[in-house]
């Protein structure tokens, strides 16, 4: 069974602050894939990375970094210099490689992420 | 091009009835899953709709059914409502190919209120 666990429930920081979102997953599969969602107070889930289980370069988009260990099963999110716009919910993901094209995503609970101007 | 939309977007039930939840998925996806998301959890799997049939299916109950339209579009149903099925109903497509590798792509959700 696939398991995500997001230890962190509520991180506050003041704006420009650099933050890291931690996931910690489990898997048996060989081939898989880690997301992150960012969920605003709209409700719409928006995507934000996918990383296979192959690729282990880190990530950086923008102020956006990922950093992915496969030793230690996780793949954490760091914002750089947070803004307010930042202030939501997050969601770290997992998918196998299942049937084809199945990919049913597994979320962990999510840490919600306030920016204080 | 347009997003995952959904439909309603806020409805009040009650325990017993039966309720039918709408999605069109992106233009071009072939693919529909349904999530549910309770207050302050993450979405839970339902379901997975591809070729108009259930491709894989979460730990819900029976109650919970699904169908998937040629158009691509999907609707969910939910039976005996109970006060427990309260939640964010999440719609999210995707492409049912290799290259797509589970990205999926969510509406904004429809929030059921069972009383």
């Known amino acids: 069974a696939q398991k995500v666990t997001q230890a962190q429930t509520e991180i506050s920081v003041v704006e420009k602050e650099d933050v890291t979102l931690d996931c910690v997953y489990e898997?048996?599969?060989?081939?898989?894939?880690l997301f992150w969602y960012k969920q605003p107070p709209s409700g719409e889930l928006v995507f934000l990375i996918r990383?296979?289980?192959?690729?282990?370069q880190n990530e950086i988009s923008g102020r956006y970094s990922w950093n992915f260990q496969k030793s230690t099963s996780s793949f954490n999110f760091t914002i750089t210099a947070s803004q307010v716009v930042d202030s939501a919910v997050y969601f770290c993901?997992?998918?196998?490689?299942?049937?084809?094209?199945?990919?049913?995503?597994?979320f962990g609970k999510g840490t919600k992420l306030s920016v204080i101007p | 091009d347009a997003g995952v939309t959904q439909s309603p977007t806020h409805l009040i039930k009650t325990r017993g009835q039966q309720v039918t939840l709408r999605c069109s998925p992106k233009?071009?996806?072939?693919?529909v899953s349904w999530y549910q998301q309770a207050l302050g959890q993450g979405p839970q799997f339902i379901f997975q709709?591809?070729?108009?049939?259930?491709?894989q299916r979460g730990n819900f109950p029976d109650r919970f059914s699904g169908h998937q339209f040629p158009n691509y579009s999907s609707e969910l149903n939910v039976n005996a409502l109970l006060l427990g099925d309260s939640a964010l109903y999440l719609c999210?497509?995707?492409?049912?190919?290799?290259?797509?590798?589970?990205?999926?792509?969510f509406g904004p959700g429809t929030r059921l209120t069972v009383t």
């Open positions: 999210a497509s995707s492409l049912a190919t290799y290259r797509a590798k589970g990205e999926q792509y």
């Open positions: 898997t048996r599969d060989t081939t898989y894939y």
């Open positions: 990383r296979n289980s192959f690729d282990e």
């Open positions: 993901a997992l998918s196998d490689d299942g049937a084809a094209g199945s990919y049913q995503l597994t």
């Open positions: 233009s071009g996806h072939d693919t």
């Open positions: 709709y591809y070729e108009e049939e259930e491709r």
